[in-house]
């Protein structure tokens, strides 16, 4: 089966380790896939605080942590869920076929503020 455009491909499955994140870019922009239990997740590789990676922080559950202040968000919703930040990050879509992964490089709408919209 191939993947519709414009989904890009970003890696192969067996490279993203369970409960990490790797950053990509795509399409210009930098965007962080997620392995969580075997389900993949994309949202945008930056805090909303501080231009800071998100995937060089920890994962913590469903969370990811920035190491740089240490705002959480909800990997599958992108909702931030603790200051500094008050922002959420965008989330992607994720096709995962014959083990590669790919991503829709336009990101979902999302709009609201910590622990709201």
């Keep these: 089966m191939s993947v519709p455009e414009p ?14 994140g790797m950053p990509f870019e795509v399409t210009g ?3 962080a896939v997620y392995n969580l239990k075997g389900a993949f ?6 805090c909303t605080h501080e ?5 060089a922080g920890p994962v913590m559950g469903e969370m990811v942590v920035c190491p740089r202040h240490g705002s959480r968000f909800h990997i599958p919703t992108g909702r ?3 200051l500094p930040a008050i922002l959420n990050v ?12 790919y991503v829709h490089p336009e990101p979902r709408v999302h709009a609201g503020r910590i622990h709201g919209a």
């Design 7 to 20: 989904y890009v491909r970003v890696a192969a499955a067996a490279d993203i380790p369970e409960s990490k």
């Design 29 to 31: 922009r930098r965007i």
């Design 41 to 46: 997740y994309a949202i945008d590789d930056v």
């Design 51 to 55: 231009d800071t990676s998100l995937s």
């Design 80 to 82: 931030v869920r603790s």
């Design 90 to 101: 965008a989330t992607y879509d994720v096709r995962v076929e014959g083990g590669e992964i």
